[in-house]
């Protein structure tokens, strides 16, 4: 039994998936759209995980007084944990001559823009920073993939402000006003069938002139009908 077993393995030793973790997190908080595809069991693990660095940020916020800028850069520090935020080349790279320092990683923009804009973005959110969408099975292995996105992304406030208002009347409601508008214009029963009603041809010529029927002649017309019947 699993008792106190927590999380995916993922096939994957402990630093592998930890690596692996700190990879995706570096990729979801510096990507463009703030959203990254991966399979769903990936973007499962990913979430708790990110969401506790982003959480470490809106703790962040809003402090003041003599202890605050230590417990801002004690949080800092904790949260650089979630991330690849150095470069261990560097250090024995500085003391030669003529040899480029290596660029930090891309943990330590991930880190910045986690305390410098989402922290800020999320300060009054109780959780739930992310967000998963199933994409379904891919070509090859058949693994189900996901996306995982942050919330509250320029996207979604972008397309909250453009939306177009809802109209009052909308689908089958409105189909059926429209149709009953029709009906009560054209002065007849709405509906397909009315439009092919039976009508005798002598009746239909004399309303075709525009002479108006008279009670003899309808009396004729119906005496004519029955006789024939016989």
């Known amino acids: 039994m699993r008792h106190l077993k927590a999380h995916r393995k993922l096939g994957r030793t402990t630093e592998h998936r930890l690596s692996m973790l700190r990879n995706l997190a570096t990729s979801l908080i510096n990507a463009r759209d703030e959203r990254i595809v991966t399979t769903l069991p990936k973007a499962k693990e990913l979430r708790s995980f990110v969401e506790r660095a982003i959480t470490l940020s809106c703790h962040a916020q809003g402090l003041e007084g003599d202890t605050g800028a230590a417990q801002s850069l ?71 993939l996901a996306i995982i996105e942050l919330v509250d992304n320029a996207r979604e406030v972008a397309g909250t402000t453009n939306r177009p208002a809802k109209s009052v009347g909308t689908g089958k409601r409105q189909t059926a ?48 009908g029955q006789g024939e019947k016989t």
């Open 74 to 144: 004690h949080l800092r520090r904790q949260a650089a944990s979630f991330f690849h935020a150095g470069n261990r080349q560097q250090t024995p790279l500085n003391g030669r001559r003529g040899r480029p320092r290596l660029p930090r990683t891309a943990g330590v923009s991930a880190l910045k823009r986690l305390f410098d804009e989402l922290g800020e973005r999320y300060k009054n959110r109780q959780g739930g920073y992310t967000r998963i969408i199933k994409l379904g099975r891919r070509d090859g292995d058949n693994a189900e």
């Open 177 to 224: 006003r429209a149709s009953e508008s029709r009906a009560a214009e054209s002065g007849r029963r709405a509906g397909h069938k009315a439009d092919r009603t039976y009508e005798k041809p002598e009746t239909t010529a004399e309303r075709g002139r525009g002479e108006p029927v008279t009670d003899e002649q309808e009396s004729t017309t119906a005496g004519e």
